[in-house]
């Protein structure tokens, strides 16, 4: 079966783009997985960071807070004063600080340092960030909007001594900070929200435009403990974090895959199409070889009073080259006929000349009247093998189709089967050696057909198979005829082809069968 | 399918035995050896077909061709050992009296 050119690049093209798709998504995955792993890894080293900036807040908080116990129950506000100056301050810690004194429910702020603070004393959400400064044993941590401010207030307490510290650190207005190029931080977007969630509303600092958030793609986030609650870090890569070959390959790999897959596509086609090319040239010459065998075989056979004919011709299975066998019957005068049953060795154009030439020079002698094995005599010396390279076996034989009798001689090719109604024999011919050969002369045998016998003549290539002796394939043709409830020569031949017939036969067939209507 | 071989032992006649199948796609190479045997024999090629397990009218036809090359050369060429079958098919198709009886060697 001829495939089809466009269904094997269709076919290639699919199974190349399946191929080259997977693979660029492995390719890509591989990276992601990468890309999110060196992304942890980074956001983790940049929690440790911002657990240390936390220190920094906390440790001032704890040391006014160890003074003020130091200084007793009146506490030292100028002490409260000149520590925390240094940390309060324009590019400092905090814009203000703050010392508050329990009584009972009561804050009583005694002393204060920088700005006006966003927590005001006497506000309910003063006093109880406050108490629960109180309650905690850490710092604690809260947002603070007051107008267009915010801030995050810190508070620490000492509830041994009755004395807290708050502290306010202003959150710009867009809520970005920059990054220092050598930090933790240098290859991150970032965005720290306070608590554990990575809400809008508690969005603490982040180096992007806030509205851009939350942060897409690769993204990672860690939690830092940030006094009585947690820093939520999320993050994202600037810029690609591994090699530069992992991020391009998938690409890469698509490209190349695709003009792979294009090139491979049209290889396919062209060689299918070459394939397909030479298959109908092949097929074409087979074609024609066979239809000039054909032609050389007789399309009708003459009507000879009581005589029904019937032949058929098999081409071989396989190959381009057909072979020589042919069958041709003629009717002679006064009732007589003659005909021949031959095969010329090798196949192809070569010997298909050979056959046409045999054909018609036995042809010939036999309607000027020569014997068939005056025939077999003469051509014996018009044909050698040595000129051109062919060996021809015949069977030539006259018969009379008002006695029932036959003449025949033989070149060198298998004796006809005669098929009674009671039995099958084959005719004992004497055969001389196939023309070709040389000069030759050839014995004659006649016999005489009953009412209703039918000579059944035939090439090798009906008996012959190589594993197996000739007169073993004689046998079988002959054990086929005699078990054959056949009325017509017509039938007997197809039963013949049928039935010994091998569809991977190799050689070809000529079958020539005469049935004798008449009465004596 | 037993493969074709020609086997062309050295010595002072000049012989070879063909084996397995003898058909058409054998032809060739026969008639190379057996006629390249021809030229060196001094009178006598002998072609052992002891080994032969086929024969179609190809392989037939390649060993009249032989035969008759022989006799253009004023040589002759002897078949040795031939197989039943192959007998068979001499007889069969008229060629027992041009290559004479055969099997006995």
Redo the contacts between chains.
């Keep these: 079966m001829p495939r089809r050119p466009l269904v094997v690049a269709v076919s290639i093209a699919v199974v190349g783009l399946v191929l080259t798709v997977a693979s660029s998504w492995a390719a890509g995955r591989v990276d992601r997985n990468t890309e999110q792993r060196l992304l942890q890894v980074q956001t983790d080293q940049a929690g440790t960071v911002l657990s240390t900036a936390i220190l920094l807040v906390q440790q001032p908080l704890s040391t006014a807070l160890s003074v003020e116990k130091v200084a007793g129950p009146m506490g030292d506000t100028s002490a409260f004063t000149n520590l925390m100056s240094a940390q309060v301050g324009a590019g400092k810690m905090f814009e203000s600080a703050s010392l508050w004194q329990r009584h009972g429910h009561r804050m009583k702020r005694i002393a204060q340092v920088g700005d006006a603070p966003l927590m005001r004393p006497g506000d309910k959400t003063t006093v109880s960030f406050l108490q629960h400064a109180f309650g905690s044993k850490t710092f604690i941590v809260r947002a603070v909007t007051h107008d267009a401010h915010s801030s995050i207030a810190y508070a620490q307490a000492d509830a041994s001594t009755g004395f807290a510290i708050t502290a306010e650190r202003s959150v710009p207005a867009n809520r970005r900070a920059r990054v220092d190029n050598n930090s933790a931080f240098a290859q991150l977007n970032y965005a720290i929200y306070i608590g554990p969630k990575a809400d809008a509303a508690a969005l603490s600092t982040t180096d992007v435009a806030p509205s851009s958030l939350p942060l897409a793609g690769t993204t990672a986030r860690t939690k830092v403990p940030f006094g009585d609650t947690v820093l939520t870090l999320v993050t994202s890569p600037r810029e690609h974090l591994g090699a530069p070959l992992s991020q391009r390959l998938p690409l890469i790999l698509l490209i190349g895959g695709v003009l792979f897959t294009a090139f491979a596509s049209g290889a396919g086609y062209q060689l299918t199409r070459g394939r397909q090319a030479v298959e109908t040239l092949y097929g074409e010459q087979r074609d024609l070889s066979e239809r000039l065998q054909r032609a050389l075989l007789p399309q009708s056979h003459p009507a000879i009073p009581n005589l029904d004919i019937a032949a058929e011709y098999v081409a071989g299975a396989q190959g381009v080259d057909i072979g020589g066998d042919w069958y041709s019957i003629v009717g002679l005068d006064d009732g007589r006929y003659a005909f021949v049953v031959g ?1 010329v ?3 192809g154009i070569d010997a298909v000349t050979v056959m046409a030439r045999a054909r018609f020079t036995i042809r010939a002698y036999l309607l000027d009247g020569h014997s068939p094995a005056a025939t077999l005599g003469k051509c014996s010396r018009q044909f ?3 000129e051109d ?3 021809t ?1 015949a069977l030539v034989g006259v018969g009379d189709s008002r006695t029932g009798e036959v003449t025949i001689a ?6 006809p089967l005669l098929v009674r109604r009671d039995g099958v024999e084959f005719v004992t011919t004497t ?4 023309l ?3 000069a ?1 002369t050839y014995a004659s045998t006649t016999f005489t057909m009953t009412p209703g016998t039918t000579l059944l003549c035939f090439t ?1 290539g009906l008996v ?1 198979r ?6 073993t394939g004689m046998q079988r043709l002959a054990t086929t005829a005699a078990g054959a409830t056949v009325s017509s020569a017509d039938e007997l031949v197809h039963h013949a082809v049928s039935t010994l017939r091998t569809d991977d036969a190799r ?1 070809d067939v000529a079958v020539l069968a005469m049935r004798w209507a008449g009465a004596r | 399918m037993a493969e074709f071989v020609i086997e062309t032992p050295a010595g002072a006649r000049r012989s070879l035995a063909v084996s397995g199948e003898f058909d058409l796609a054998a032809v060739e190479e026969f008639l190379s050896a057996a006629l390249g045997c021809l030229e060196d024999a001094a009178d006598v090629c002998e072609i052992d077909l002891g080994a032969v397990t086929f024969i179609d009218s190809s392989g037939l036809g390649a060993l009249v061709r032989v035969r008759k090359a022989a006799h253009d050369r004023g040589k002759e060429v002897v078949l040795t050992n031939v197989p039943p079958a192959v007998s068979r098919l001499f007889e069969v198709t008229g060629l027992t009296e041009a290559f004479g009886t055969g099997s006995g060697g």
């Design positions: 095969d060795s090798g196949r050698d093998i040595s390279g062919h060996l076996t033989n070149a060198g090719h298998p004796a055969p001389g050696p196939p070709g050969t040389g030759a090798d012959e190589r594993t197996e002796d000739i007169d050689d």
